[in-house]
Structures are given as C-alpha cells and as structure tokens.
C-alpha cells in the first residue's frame, strides 16, 4: 500500500473516532439532563415549604398585566405593582424576568409546585429586566419589563407550551420579592408537528342579585280596584331598578365580541331587562336551587310557601323567556345551574323530573383525581330517566372564576397572573394526550368581572392548542362515564352547612305564614257571597248600603276573587327569588313578603273611639271600622272590659264597603259607680283575631233619680233613723 493510501486511512479512522466520542458525550449529557428534569418532577415531598405569598422582608409584588399567548411576534410583556409595605422606604432597585427556555413541565405536580415556588427549576434566560426607583414606606409603584419578539431567550424556545417565569425584585440590600408564573408559546412560528386542539366550552350564568320589591307597587296593589291595573302591579312587584334594567354596556360588548362564550340565562332576569341579549340557553327561573330543595326533602314545605314544582320547571322557564322575547315559538336548550349543594342523586331526579334533562355542576362531582383530564360529561341514571351531568374542570374553572389554584401561589393573586396561569395549565393539558378527543368545560361565576372574562375568551381565542365549542356540542360528545359506572361519583350528602339549611328553613316557614295570611284573608275576611251566607254574615248592613251602591258591591265580589288571586301571584314571585342561593336577595324578599301580608291585614282597622261615660245602668258603645281595601269585607267585632261591674256585649258582626266606614254598636251594662277599660279587636269570620287592640275608657257615675239611686237613698235614710232613735232612748250609765 502507498504511503499516501495510509495517511487517508488514518483521517479516516480519525473522523470516525471523533464523531463517536462526540456522540457518547451527546448521550451522556441527554441523560443527565433528563435525570435533573426527573429529580425535579419528583420533588414534591422533599421540596422545601412554600411561601405563603410573594412578600419579603415586607415587599410584596402583584402581576397587573401580562401577555398570556407568546406568539412570534407578540414579545413579552409584564407590568407589575411592587409594595412597600414597611415603615421604611426602599433604595432604588430592580426587577427582572428570567425562564428556562429549554425546560418542559412533565407533570401537573411539577407546574403546581413552580406555582408554589416549592420547586427548584433553574430560569437560567434572562427575558428583561427594568430599575425602580425608591418606594416610600406604605407605597407601591408600577413597573415594567417589555421584550422584544427578537430578543433572545424568546426566539431560543423551539417548542410551545407553557415555560417557567421568576419575577424577582431586590432593592440592592434586604428588600427582595419573587413571584413564580408562566409564559405560553404558541405553535405560531414554530417548525414543529401541530396537534390537535382540544375542545374547550366556557358557559357564564347570566343572573342578578339586585331584585327589589318596590313599597309603592305593593301599596298601589293594595288600593287599586280595576283587575288590570292590579295586574300590572302584580306583574312588577319584584323588578330592577332603571340602572340594573339593562345588561351593562360591557357586558353587551362582551357578548357581542365573543360569539362563543356560552350565555345561560336566568329567563326570570330576561324577562326584566328591557333588552334581552343573545344567549346560549336558560337556566330555572329565578336561579332556583334544586340542591337545597332536593336537600329538604320536603316540597310541600315549598308548597306552603307559594314556591310550586310548576313554577320553576322547564314549561315556566320557556314561558318567561318568551315573555321577555315577545315570541310564543322560541326555546333554548334547558340546563339546571347548580346551586349551594351538591348534585346528589336526589337533586339530580328531581331536576330531571322537572325537565331539565342536562344540569352543570362544578369540579365537586368528579373530584377524583384521574390520570388525566377528560370530557366532563357523565350520563347518570336516575328513576325520572337519565341525566347528562356537564361538569366544569377544577383548576381552569376556579382560575377564570377568580380563585387561586393554592393559597401559596403567588403568582395568581391578580387576575392577569391566574390567566397566565389558565393557558399554562390549558396548554399542558393538551400537551398530555394530543391526539385523545376530549371536550373540558370551563365554568365562571354570575359575578365574575366583565373585564376578567373578556381577557381570558380573547386569550382562548389566540390560543394555538384550543378550541372553543358551544353547549350543544359538548352535549352532544361521548361521555366519559354512564350507567352504573357515575354511582360512586354521586355525592350522598348535599354538603350544605346548617347555617344554608337553618336559613332555608326559616325562609320557608316566615313565606309560609305569610301566605297564610292571604289565604285568610281571602276566605274568612273578604266579603265573597257564599262565605257569607255560611257563615251567617248579614248581607243588608244598612250603613254599608248607604255608603255604596248594591250593584257595585255585587260588582266587586266578583271580583274580589281575581284580586286576591293577584295578591298570592306577587306573593308567589317574591318567594320563587327568596329560595334562590343569594342570602342578601333572600332577606329583601323576606322583607317584602311580610310587608304584603301585613299591609292586607293592616288594611282594616278600628277607629280610635273617644272615652265612654256613663250615667245609667245602660248604654252605647259605638265602634267604627275602615276599610282601605278596593273591595268590601264582612268580619266581626269583639269587645271586652277589665270590670266585673261594667261590661259590654261581646260580639257583632259587620259589613264594610270598599274604601269606607261602617259603625257596630256595643252595649254597656253598669252594676256601679267606676270606671274600666274596653278592649276592641277585629275577628275574621272563623273567629281568629287579626288586628291589635284598641282601648277605650268607660266611665260610670249613677244618678239619684235612678231606681237603684231612690232604693240606697231610703235605706240610707232608714238606717240613721234607726241610730238616732237607739241613741235618744238608751238607757245610761251611772258614771255618765
């Protein structure tokens, strides 16, 4: 072989050498790197504690703004509320945002504990960093950082999905603070194989917590005889104001600008806005809380109360939404709201009894912690039939709703940090299983702010890994689990406190009694023709006759029975909205309930009557009784002293016209001189008192000319004769 034959071999053998010790480094390396990540996924137990914020040494830092979705031009961008909250000012320092560029999350316990700051992950890239100026004691200063889609450590990410961020701040001597979040790369730029999306359903209950009862529409209830008039104040007892009448003008703009956040309407509130807005579907009226019924046990309680199954189930929801549409055709999907409690299987029968075969419930009713995430639909069976239970996603739910993951994640104490929080757990979600189809719902809260959702539907809405989807669809999506396989995800209790059920209860029983009244009303007060000839009313008070026609009297029985059906119909609405879960609409309810009640009681009353006196052993005790009520009554009257010696008849009965006075006579019967007090109440037609007392004095002094003044005057006399004569004609005595 020539020389130059084997010099070419050996840079051969050279090369090949070279590429294999550079390959066993590659690979070593690889391992190392990958046991570093594993021993950090795993340091769950042997992490240190976490904080329990992101104050230091009396400094404390919030995340105001920050880009949820790192696209390939966005850049990042963070503003943050650094706090002073010592008695000291602070020196002059920085802030600064550092990641790891090159780190994937590979558990939910590894992105929890970052979230935490219970894990060590090093964030060796810095993004930026930005200088604050001295902070006096008590303060806070905004500050900061923006990146450039060009700057390094952002165009070094090669994948997307959700990266590491340490927000850190230090004055330069012993005021520091961190804040643990995340920045989410979408695929956008990236040369790397897309996925999938994952299916994501975001509904909102759309409700009110501002009914009112309006005192001036009870009063002009109470008053007002022309049934459509009444109708009208019936119809409007329980409202909202002019400036709650109207969806809020952001809350229209969110609505419009995202189509596919999914609106479920209480139908009750729609029908009191003056201009409905598109939704999604309705929910039971008046936010009705079918876990709390079902949790009583008890419907006739409800019953009781004037809140019927009837009221609340899906024919009265689709009749109030097309009320507040104006159109008898239109309907919308149907889904149960949860309420207070759980959906035990109880409440879910009783849901499906009433039409609502699909309800929503919160993480509660999947609380076991599966493997991964799922479509959150089960298919329950139930002796009403099955029921489709759509159940919100715990994490995501609770971050758009507005609630931290943990109390020691720092970094979601705002709501920008919960939605940079929200994409990194959505994306890893994704990331977990990218070709499984599955649906997540994410469920926010009636009062969650209307800026809050508008940031989280804008950044779902850019989200590479995402796609949203309406109710139907996700009602329409295989279920995750049926049949027998939901039983031991029922809830068996409904996980009220007795405070919630106390409450419950002590609404029901005052509703009650307060229908009770009304009923009482109509039956043994109103004066109606056949109570009256039952209870043998006289029908010809000639003082009543005289103060109103005979023919509008007969007019007004008539329909004295559609106004006190009127009276429960206001009654009825005022309970439905006090049994929802809203403690502070309950009590106003309450309130108004009692008011109406009393105000039909109250309008019946004894005229103050002036003292009586008495100057014989007979008289007239002369009582007047008003009716401020459009239509007649017929009640008795009872009267009753505190002598022995000085008494009344007890009992007289009386027909008062609508809108006037009518006037009993009671007669009193003297046996001495003196002077008593008689009590007058008001009975309805059963006997049972309905009015306070009134009191008036009686007093008696008896006259000579009296037959019984002559008789204890010739006694009088005969008895000082008699002493007279015994003392002229006894014999004395010696020492006299």
């Known amino acids: 072989m020539m020389p130059n034959q084997h010099a070419h071999h050996d840079a051969v053998r050279a090369r090949t050498l070279a590429r294999a010790v550079c390959a066993a480094v590659a690979i070593a390396m690889s391992l190392i790197l990958c ?98 100026a001295s ?22 990410i090669m994948s997307w999905g959700p990266k590491p961020v340490l927000l850190s701040y230090s004055d330069g001597q012993n005021k520091t603070a961190e804040s643990h979040t995340f920045l989410t790369r979408s695929a956008d730029g990236l040369h790397t194989a897309n996925t999938p999306a994952m299916n994501l359903t975001v509904a909102m209950p759309l409700m009110s917590d501002q009914w009112q009862a309006d005192p001036q529409q009870i009063n002009s209830l109470m008053t007002v005889g022309n049934i459509k008039e009444a109708t009208n104040y019936a119809d409007s007892i329980v409202s909202l104001n002019a400036e709650n009448s109207r969806v809020g003008r952001t809350m229209e703009q969110l609505i419009a600008k995202h189509g596919m956040l999914q609106i479920i309407a209480d139908p009750a509130y729609l029908n009191a806005l003056q201009m409905p807005p598109k939704i999604s579907g309705i929910m039971q009226p008046g936010g009705f809380d079918i876990t709390q019924y079902a949790a009583l046990s008890n419907s006739s309680a409800y019953a009781k109360a004037g809140v019927g199954e009837k009221d609340w189930d899906v024919s009265a929801a689709t009749e109030q939404l097309r009320q507040a549409l104006g159109n008898n055709d239109v309907s919308a999907s149907a889904y149960a709201w949860q309420g207070k409690g759980n959906w035990t299987l109880q409440a879910l029968t009783d849901a499906k009894r009433q039409g609502y075969s699909t309800v929503i419930s919160d993480s509660t009713f999947d609380s076991q912690d599966s493997a991964t995430v799922h479509t959150g639909k089960y ?50 979600y994704q990331m977990e299983q990218p070709y499984t189809s599955r649906n997540l719902l994410v469920c926010l809260d009636s009062d969650t702010a209307t800026a809050q959702t508008d940031g989280l539907m804008s950044a779902i809405e850019q989200a590479s890994w995402l796609k949203l989807t309406d109710m139907q669809t996700l009602a329409k999506s295989e279920a995750y689990l049926s049949g027998p396989d939901t039983e031991s995800l029922i809830a068996q209790s409904s996980g009220l406190r007795e405070s919630q059920t106390s409450s419950l209860a002590s609404a029901l029983q005052s509703l009650a009694s307060s229908r009770d009244d009304i009923n009482r009303f109509a039956v043994s007060i109103l004066d109606d023709a056949s109570q009256g000839s039952s209870t043998g009313t ?45 403690e502070t609409v309950r009590t106003r309810m309450l309130t108004a309930a009692k008011t109406l009640s009393a105000q039909l009681m109250d309008g019946i009353t004894i005229t103050p009557s002036e003292s009586v006196n008495v100057v014989s052993e007979t008289a007239s005790f002369p009582v007047t009784v008003s009716n401020r009520h459009p239509f007649p009554v017929s009640i008795r009257v009872a009267s009753i002293t505190d002598s022995m010696e000085i008494v009344t008849s007890r009992l007289a009965y009386v027909q008062v016209p609508a ?35 009134q009191t008036t004095t009686i007093t008696s002094v008896l006259q000579i000319s009296d037959k019984g003044g002559m008789i204890f005057l010739a006694v009088s006399v005969a008895l000082g004769a008699l002493g007279l004569w015994r003392q002229f004609h006894r014999k004395k005595d010696s020492d006299e």
């Open 35 to 132: 046991s570093a990540c594993a021993y950090r996924a795993r340091a769950d137990e042997s992490s240190p504690e976490p904080s329990a914020s992101s104050s230091k040494n009396g400094i404390s830092m919030t995340i105001a703004s920050a880009t949820p979705v790192v696209t390939a031009s966005s850049g990042y961008h963070v503003t943050l509320v650094v706090s002073n909250n010592t008695d000291s000012p602070s020196a002059a320092g920085t802030v600064s945002a550092a990641t790891n560029s090159f780190y994937t999350f590979d558990s939910r316990t590894d992105i929890q504990q970052w979230a935490q700051g219970a894990v060590r992950i090093p964030v060796p890239n810095q993004i930026g960093q930005a200088s604050v």
């Open 135 to 156: 902070i006096p004691a008590h303060s806070q200063v905004d500050t900061s950082i923006d990146v450039p889609a060009s700057q390094s450590a952002l165009t070094s």
């Open 379 to 428: 298919v329950v069976p139930t002796s009403a039939g099955n029921v489709t239970v759509l159940v919100g996603q715990h994490e995501l739910s609770e971050l758009a709703s507005g609630e931290q993951t943990s109390k020691y994640a720092d970094g979601e104490t705002s709501a920008a940090g919960r939605l940079s929080r929200f994409m990194a757990q959505s994306a890893f």
């Open 538 to 582: 006289p029908r010809n008070n000639v003082q009543s006759l005289a103060k109103q026609d005979v023919n509008d009297i007969a007019m007004n029985t008539r329909d004295a029975t559609s106004w006190v059906q009127l009276i429960r119909h206001a009654h009825d609405a005022l309970a439905l909205h006090a049994l929802d879960d809203n």
């Open 659 to 693: 809108h006037s006075e009518a006037q009993v006579t009671f007669t009193i019967r003297v046996a001495t001189s003196g002077s008593t007090k008689a009590h007058v109440t008001l009975l309805d037609r059963s006997g049972e008192t309905f009015s306070s007392p």
